[in-house]
């Protein structure tokens, strides 16, 4: 949609010139790019940081895992003194939050292993997904099994989708969940999964090819205590999610 990252700039520009001249802006002091928006748009801005001296009492009262969490909650920290509310209160608000769907949801157990369930799509979502699973589960491997959405997608960012995996200890890379009407001939006939799964390989990674019918044994077999096991994709995977947790 934007192309490149000067168009985002400009987006999101044009949407800050909407709020109006008494307005506020509540925005991430940690960004270099926001920061550098959000001082340009002669608006009130309200900063939030893993850096305030909140962070750690907001770190300690959520439920939900990784950096990207704890910043979306210290943003929701902000908005609540804004607008007055007392600081307890949102703490409060903030300990009874347990997530979203498909965004790191518990789905059950395989193994004793716990298994979850993300939207994660775009690289950068894989790499804030599998690195908030990394810290939470320390002491055993992060298994993830990604479906790719769009063959489009996969082929303009195929650079990117390889290093979004270095927090999984290993990853399974399943067939490329096809959008009817949003792809093109050239990047069907330029990526596959395969070739996803041989680029992680080749960068030293444990990454495999695999079919959806293949995972749920896969699983059986090599998942164990203290492992996380995390489906990711924007397609049809949250189906295969259910089918693993039952043993189905």
């Known amino acids: ?24 802006i509540v925005a991430n002091a940690d960004d270099k790019i926001i ?51 007392g600081q307890s209160e949102i703490l409060q608000a903030l300990s009874g939050f347990s997530g ?32 908030a699973a990394k810290k939470r589960f320390p002491f055993g491997r992060v298994i993830s099994i990604f479906q790719p959405h769009q063959y489009r997608r996969l082929h303009s960012l195929f650079d990117d989708f390889t290093s979004a995996f270095d927090h999984s200890d290993i990853t399974c890379v399943l067939d490329v969940y096809d959008v009817a009407g949003r792809e093109d001939k ?3 006939k330029a990526v596959n ?19 959806k019918s293949q995972v749920l044994d896969f699983l059986k077999g090599e998942a164990r205590s203290n492992d996380a096991v995390i489906l990711m994709g924007a397609g049809d995977i949250y189906k295969l999610t259910d089918k693993i947790v039952s043993g189905a």
């Open 1 to 24: 949609t934007y192309k490149n990252i000067n168009n985002v700039e400009l987006t999101f520009k044009k949407f800050l010139t909407k709020i109006p001249k008494d307005g506020l």
């Open 35 to 85: 920061k550098k928006i959000a001082k340009a748009s002669a608006r009130q801005v309200v900063w939030y940081s893993l850096k305030d001296k909140e962070a750690n009492i907001v770190k300690n009262t959520i439920r939900v895992a990784g950096e990207h969490n704890l910043l979306n909650a210290l943003a929701a920290f902000r908005v609540g003194r804004a607008l007055g509310v």
């Open 100 to 131: 979203t769907w498909r965004r790191f949801e518990f789905k059950g157990i395989i193994n004793k292993a716990p298994v979850f369930d993300d939207y994660a799509h775009h690289p950068s979502e894989i790499k804030a997904t599998l690195k």
């Open 186 to 188: 050239k990047s069907k």
């Open 193 to 211: 999964s395969f070739m996803l799964a041989r680029a992680l390989s080749e960068k030293g990674k444990d990454a495999r090819y695999m079919y």
